[in-house]
């Protein structure tokens, strides 16, 4: 079964660093793009990062992708508490043949 | 201003039928691939179905598929869901999204959502 993993929480400080991991395999990570996606507290979701590492117009430089074989990374540094959001990574995925959601981490900002 | 707005959620029966509606605005509605998303209250984000932007491609998730249809008119500058026999584990707010063509599971702009509930 085709799934995408993520840590349920995370957690730091104001002005530290934090990063949010997502492993998949080769169906989907290993072999398509990843997109990362915040959801702020009763919001919709919105496009963070494209394209494993790439900024939509408007989203600060604080915020940043990467990927490496079938897992990917979100690094979000210069921590603040409006970064306190839910984080989703998504990628397609050959064996569903449909975009795959990772379950979401909860960010807390201390 | 680049918008999506959905319409049609409600509140309706296991078994029944809703159709959910998009209308999109400030952008060339035509040139672009469109998804909807749901999130079931308090759980994460589940990708429902995918349409090109000539309506030539389509996927839907295993859990949808055979119950809901996704579709589109151009000219309206609307997407559709028709959702039938729905289930109690369809309850969810229902997002519509904008495609990126450069990643399947690119989506740029989303709508504010609209909430089905399916309970007797």
């Known amino acids: 079964q085709s799934v995408m993993t993520q840590p349920p929480s995370a957690s730091g400080t104001p002005g530290q660093r934090v990063t949010i991991s997502c492993s998949g395999s080769s169906s989907n990570i290993g072999s398509h793009t990843v997109n990362w996606y915040q959801q702020l507290p009763g919001t919709a979701p919105k496009l963070l990062i494209y394209?494993?590492?790439q900024r939509p117009s408007g989203v600060p430089d604080r915020f940043s992708g990467s990927k490496s074989g079938t897992s990917a990374s979100l690094a979000i540094s210069g921590l603040r508490s409006e970064d306190e959001a839910d984080y989703y990574c998504?990628?397609?995925?050959?064996?569903?043949?449909?975009?795959?959601f990772g379950g979401g981490t909860k960010l807390t900002v201390l | 201003e680049v918008q999506l707005v959905e319409s049609g959620g409600d509140l309706v029966q296991p078994g029944g039928s809703l159709r959910l509606s998009c209308a999109a605005s400030g952008f060339t509605f035509s040139s672009y691939s469109m998804n909807w998303v749901r999130q079931a209250p308090g759980k994460g984000l589940e990708w429902v179905s995918y349409?090109?932007?000539?309506?030539?491609?389509?996927y839907y998730a295993d859990s949808v598929k055979g119950r809901f249809t996704i579709s589109r008119d151009n000219a309206q500058k609307s997407l559709y869901l028709q959702m039938n026999s729905l289930r109690a584990e369809d309850t969810a707010v229902y997002y519509c999204a904008r495609g990126l063509i450069s990643s399947l599971s690119c989506m740029d702009v989303w709508g504010k959502g609209t909430t089905v509930i399916v309970s007797s």
């Open positions: 349409i090109t932007s000539s309506s030539n491609t389509i």
């Open positions: 394209t494993n590492t």
């Open positions: 998504a990628a397609w995925d050959d064996s569903l043949n449909g975009v795959l």
